[in-house]
Antibody, heavy 117, light 110 residues
Framework: QVHLVESGGGLVKPGGSLRLSCAAS????????MSWVRQAPGKGLEWISY????????FDADSVKGRFTVSRDNAENSLYLQMDSLRAEDTAVYYC??????????WGQGTTVIVSS | SYVLTQPPSVSAAPRQTARITCGGN??????VHWYQQKSGQAPVLVMS???DRPSGIPERFSGSNSGNTATLTIGRVEAGDEADYYC?????????????FGGGTKLTVL
């Protein structure tokens, strides 16, 4: 069964850092683009970043460019999001999703990040 | 940047038809995907490539895309369809790609 499980969320002070992880199972991880999508409290979905199967292609949203870095370890079937210089407006539930041009067909349950002093 | 516009809310009585629109400049030149998000849950893909239903999605769900508007249609609405719905496109240029989500539409079943 295809499954994604995020971890690493928590409470962090403004300016701090956090690293999110996403463990994948049930599919050939290295064959697929993966994305991070976030959802601020009471708000809609916001795409953050995606990475190709090999890791050679990465695109980020302007809102996180230069602060967040997506990476993957295909040997470990894992996706990561390194978040630096965190701001209050980065407070959100962060989802990883198996992505393709046919849509984001598998989502994790999400991990919550709260940026507050 | 490309913008997708959805109505904040749509309502429908049980067994009626609900139509959720997604507006964008020449949106019919893009493939539109739709997601359903029930309260407290992760999104679920309910429509792919404008009108393709993923496995497990009821036939009551259909999609179309023409001109500047894409539409997700839910026939014979049920209480369990009450959720937020989001449209999404990939915007690709010669040197960059980005993903755009609409603002979301809350479907209320009366």
């Amino acid at each position: 069964q295809v499954h994604l499980v995020e971890s690493g969320g928590g409470l962090v002070k403004p300016g701090g850092s956090l690293r999110l992880s996403c463990a994948a199972s049930g599919f050939t991880f290295s064959d697929h683009y993966m994305s991070w999508v976030r959802q601020a409290p009471g708000k809609g979905l916001e795409w953050i970043s995606y990475i190709s199967g090999s890791g050679s292609t990465i695109f980020d949203a302007d809102s996180v460019k230069g602060r967040f870095t997506v990476s993957r370890d295909n040997a470990e079937n894992s996706l990561y999001l390194q978040m630096d210089s965190l701001r209050a407006e980065d407070t959100a539930v962060y989802y990883c999703a198996k992505s393709g041009f046919d849509g984001f067909d598998v989502w994790g349950q999400g991990t919550t990040v709260i940026v507050s002093s | 940047s490309y913008v997708l516009t959805q109505p904040p809310s749509v309502s429908a009585a049980p067994r009626q038809t609900a139509r959720i629109t997604c507006g964008g400049n020449n949106i019919d030149s893009y493939s539109v995907h739709w997601y359903q998000q029930k309260s407290g849950q992760a999104p679920v893909l309910v429509m792919s490539y404008n009108s393709d239903r993923p496995s497990g999605i009821p036939e009551r769900f259909s999609g179309s895309n023409s001109g500047n508007t894409a539409t997700l249609t839910i026939g014979r609405v049920e209480a369990g369809d009450e959720a937020d719905y989001y449209c999404q496109v990939w915007v690709r240029t010669s040197d960059h790609s980005t993903v755009v989500f609409g603002g979301g539409t809350k479907l209320t079943v009366l």
